[in-house]
């Protein structure tokens, strides 16, 4: 097999070391930017799209509007007490954050290669071989970034790394195909059973989800569904029901509940951006056992 290209470049939003929750083991995460999807309740809204971007806090900000006067791109502007970035001008080179007297501006990414990633995930390698651990990409969606993606798990696999993503599924068939050869976990997003409630809440349609779970599944990967409960959406006691026999008819044996919570609210404010699940109650896993024990009852290991 060709060996990987480790002087490809991606955009990265953070990454997380000692990581239990994302795959077996002590893991190191690798947060990638861009997501086709637009899911009304995203818990990281900065990692939408694949661009660097800056973020504003109105917190720290003295609207002295400086930022204005040195944007060579006239990228941002002051609307209604706000400083409003326009990110299809922005090009990201920073001279508003570098200048602002009160740190109220900060950037949100970095173009890093394959090999600085790797450098960084290898420093943990010890951890990793005790624990069953390695390196999961998510984000965003690694998707988002295929080539960045696929070079990356290749080199990871070249180093003996055990590799896991968490994904949407949502690419063609054979993007996901190339990428997914290199992946020994998958943690799968599935959001709703029904293809028009899915568009409704995300932006686009589960046909390719779907398509690619069932993929994973008969290549023999591990796929360990996620499924994040959102009040209104798929938390009917019927939603869960219709999402088992998905499952089942994916050949996915296993899922993840993930009770709603209001974590990545104050993100939504650092980029002006409308929050659709302002106020809403979290869910606690007390409020989903009846929900729980319907996919239990379809034989599928199911837990939070």
């Known amino acids: 097999m060709e060996r990987a290209d480790r002087t490809i470049q991606g955009t990265v939003f953070n990454i997380q070391k000692f990581s239990v929750n994302d795959g077996p083991g002590i893991r ?20 939408q799209l694949t661009k660097i971007q800056v973020l504003w806090d109105y917190k720290k900000c003295i609207k ?9 791109k006239q990228a ?7 400083i409003i970035i ?49 390196i999961t990409l998510s984000g965003g969606e690694m998707l988002a970034q295929p080539q960045f993606s696929m070079e990356l798990l290749k080199a990871a696999k070249e180093e003996g790394l055990h590799t896991c993503c968490e994904t949407t599924g949502y690419a063609d068939p054979e993007v996901f195909k190339k990428i997914i050869e290199n992946v020994d976990y998958v943690l799968f997003d599935m959001k709703h059973w029904n293809a028009d409630k899915h568009k409704e809440g995300t932006g686009v349609t589960n046909e390719l989800p779907i398509c690619n ?14 499924i994040p409960v959102i009040p209104g959406f798929n938390d009917s ?25 209001q974590f990545g609210e104050n993100k939504y404010a650092l980029l002006n951006k ?13 409020d989903l056992q009846e929900y729980l024990q319907i996919f239990l009852k379809q034989d599928i290991n199911a837990y939070f």
């Open 237 to 261: 006691l019927e939603d869960a029901k219709q999402l088992a026999l998905l499952l089942k008819e994916t050949g996915t044996k296993q899922c993840q509940l993930l009770p709603f919570h």
């Open 76 to 82: 941002i502007r002051y609307t209604d007490d706000c």
């Open 213 to 226: 779970m069932k993929y994973a599944n008969a290549i023999g990967k591990e796929v360990l569904a996620r």
């Open 274 to 286: 409308e929050y659709a699940y302002q106020n809403v109650n979290a869910l606690h896993k007390e």
């Open 64 to 72: 002295c509007r400086h930022c204005i006067d040195v944007c060579p």
């Open 28 to 47: 190191t995460v690798v947060f990638l930017k861009g997501c086709p999807l637009r899911c009304k309740w995203c818990a990281n809204p900065e990692s």
């Open 86 to 134: 326009d990110h299809v001008k922005c090009n990201s080179c920073r001279q508003c954050v570098m200048e602002c007297p009160q740190k109220a501006l900060k950037t949100e990414g970095e173009i890093k290669s394959v090999q600085e990633v790797l450098d960084i995930v290898l420093q943990d390698e010890v951890f990793y071989e005790e624990s069953g651990g390695g």
